[in-house]
């Protein structure tokens, strides 16, 4: 395709995009290196589920790192670059349950269509990185990991109430409950009892909140993190139940104001509830209470709408610090899983307290009041003094709070405490298509870890998906009956899988590495590679994968796995691709099809539209009339390099050329490397095309040809397929994608001449062009000998001369 004999005026966009891409895929041009001597970049995108077909806002996300991957590479970087599948989850078995296709044969499907997709936008991916989530070789080190943590005690098994999807029948993890539905299926989650597996994220709480001070990461993605973290210091608080040997433990922001505490509430789910219920007159009563809110999701329980309903216990708590007896509640409003499962009622200092306490006719005692001593209008929730609170009335609430907490320790009712919002991360999935959890249930041992050397626990294949009952896993009992690996008697294996967010949690790690068989990525390899440099994705990850990969991260960081002690170390969060002002999707009927986009005006344009019409992180407006702008800007591109062109010599036409040739240079290269923003730097793009059409043919040959090799290089990270080929138009062999970003002289950058407004009194009277370099003095001088001002100065007295460089010369006259 280099040698032509014709000119054309347009070109051949299908032509070229094919040609190219087929001698990319031969050449190999974006592999990463082995090992190198230049700075390294690691660019990713989050890796898409192999659902069957890529939807536009995959096509803007790989288009953004892509054009990131490939900057980098040409400004002399090693630059790793790779993809792969998010390929188990519960999509896939659902499908199967439907169709009766296995989920490997189907997911293996869909990856060898996206793939295609993939290559016909002529992304630069270091395809010899490919992983697979799926396959063996990737989900035994995934098993591998599990049992680090096992190791560790990271891992562990408990009974308690989980989140259920009805209708995926498998628990959730608190992240994957929206607004109280299934964040895949959108049915009401509930609550179930069982045992569960745990990844105990809470022993990092704190590191993953001083974490988020070290990286580049957007605000608002930070805020959500250290929202869903909820890192809150107070104080843990025992009650003695009066008749029972517990103890009931909550745990409170405002132990100044536990002197004000008048009843206690136990969640419906709180293991004490059964226990102290049983065989007393309440029991029907709070048993039917129990049974009604576990049918009601946590979200609908804790709505500042919905209202608050309780029933007493019959039982009394003893007060730590009074011996008063107060009253044990079960209520709505209080999760198992949120805090202790028990809060204690302060309803004079607390809104939703206060109404509840109204509500049901309990005492209101109020024990802070305001500085001023003013009675306030209750619930007082300000800070203030303490008031009726034994030998702490008088003191500030805020010292009050450290005060009460210092003597509940020394009672032993208590200590100073810290808790979070987050819980640890239920990870048991009771479904088939997800990686197996490497135990195996011992009658005398317990849970034992299955020996690494006999990984990967595969996947049995002969398993019926009915979507009903247990795990598929569960009925295969060829595959669950084994033998204990510590003491050789009967046993059975674990039945549930991991949650697919496993899988994702460390995928990055093993793309720094993918030909390894012995471990998960070489440390070595890993500790050059990491951290990513820019993690390109969705927000909506923003308390799941990028929460969950960072929790990995230092896990293997204080396993001496890796050096990162964080997975991505800069995050560009993208905005959604919108078509007739609303998101795309198959329920709207506003989906388009990227094959038919990409086929109708090629790849070029279509990226070059959604880098111009939007910033990255706003959402972008699919227009026809868009990209047809962006086709006919490339063939004007196109024209411009491979049309001839006669030559002159004008030296003021060569000073303008050069002039924005450096700015334009030094503004896309920042645009792109720096502040990541596409749109201008398009824009200067084009202002560089407009400028070549309108001077180039007044300079010399040679130069004509380094001016247009400038627009070719900086288009190509952008519009990679026609740079190519103007690339090799204009006699180059090598690809351009491996060439040397251009540089630019510093002088060009400099005005030479300025134009300078002159006013009198603040007005107009004329205009003046000085050298950039001179100082106020001479601009001074040149302002008040101007002819224009000559008249306006006939008469007057100059009381002052204000001179702002480079911008005017106000002459203040009386």
Known sequence: MEEKTQIPERYDVGAVENYWRQRWDETQPYRAPLTSQQPKFYCLEQFPYPSGHLHMGHVRVYTLGDVIARYHRMAGYAVLHPMGWDAFGMPAENAAIKSGIPPKVSTMGNIDYMKRQ??????????????TTCL????????????????????YQRAGAVNWCP??????????????LCWRCDSVVTKRDLTQWYFRITAYADRLLEGLKTIDWPEEIKAQQTHWIGR???????????????????????????????????????????????????EATVRGFVERERLVSDMERTAENTEKRGVFTGVFARHPLTGDPIPVWVANYVLADYGTGAVMGVPAHDQRDYLYAVKYQLPIRRVVQPASHEEPEL???????????????????????????????????????????????????????????????????????????QLPVLLPDNVAFTGRGASPLAQAEDWVNTVCPRCGAPARRETDTMDTFVDSSWYYLRYTSPESVSEPFNSELAN????????????????????????????????????????????????????????????????????????????????????????PEKDFEWSQQGVEGTYRFLQRVFRLVVRPHSSGSDAKARESLKRIQARTIKKVGEDIGVRRAFNTAVSALME?????????????????????????????????????????????????????????????????????????????????????DWDENAIREAALAHESLTPHLEGRTIKKVVVVPARLVNVVVS
């Open 528 to 615: 050059y590679w990491m951290p990513v440099d820019e993690y390109v994705g969705g927000k909506e990850h923003a308390v799941l994968h990028m929460l969950y990969s960072r929790f990995f991260t230092k896990v293997l960081h204080d396993a001496g796995w890796i050096d990162a002690d964080e997975p991505f170390k800069s995050l560009l969060v993208q905005g959604m691709v919108v078509y007739g002002g609303a998101k795309m999707s198959k329920s709207k009927g506003n989906t388009l099809s990227p094959e038919t986009i990409l086929a109708e005006w090629g790849t070029d344009a279509t990226r070059l539209f959604m880098l111009f019409a939007a910033p």
């Open 379 to 453: 619930p007082y929730v300000a800070p203030g003094v303490l008031v009726d609170s034994g030998r702490f009335s008088g003191m500030d609430s805020e010292a009050a709070k450290s005060a009460i907490a210092d003597h509940l320790k020394s009672m032993g009712f208590g200590e100073p405490r810290v808790s979070y919002r987050m819980r640890d991360w239920l990870i048991s999935r009771q479904r088939y298509w997800g990686a197996p959890i490497p135990i195996i249930h011992c009658p005398s041992c317990g849970p034992v870890p299955v020996p690494k050397d």
């Open 688 to 772: 560089y095309t407009n400028a070549l059409y309108q001077d180039l043919e007044h300079v010399e040959a040679d130069e004509q040809q380094e001016l247009l090799g400038t627009l070719v290089l900086l288009l190509a990270p952008m519009a990679p397929h026609l740079a190519e080929e103007l690339w090799h138009r204009l006699g180059h062999q090598e690809s351009v994608h491996l060439a040397a970003w251009p540089t630019y002289d510093p002088a060009w950058l400099k005005e030479q001449e300025v134009e300078i407004v002159v006013q009198v009194n603040g007005k107009v009277r004329g205009r003046l062009t000085v050298d950039a």
């Open 136 to 155: 063996p070789d990737y989900y035994r080190f995934t098993q591998e990991l599990f049992l680090l943590f096992f190791e560790r005690g990271l891992a």
């Open 118 to 131: 993939m290559q016909q936008m002529g992304l630069s991916f270091d395809w010899s990185r490919e992983v």
């Open 167 to 180: 209708s995926c029948e498998t628990v959730l993890a608190n992240e994957q409950v929206e607004d109280g």
């Open 232 to 282: 809150s210091e107070g104080a843990a608080v025992e009650f003695e139940l009066i008749g029972f040997p517990d103890r009931v433990r909550v745990f409170t922001t405002r132990p100044d104001t536990l002197y004000g505490a008048t009843y206690i509430v136990l969640a419906p789910e709180h293991p004490l509830v059964q226990k102290i219920i049983q065989g007393r007159p309440e």
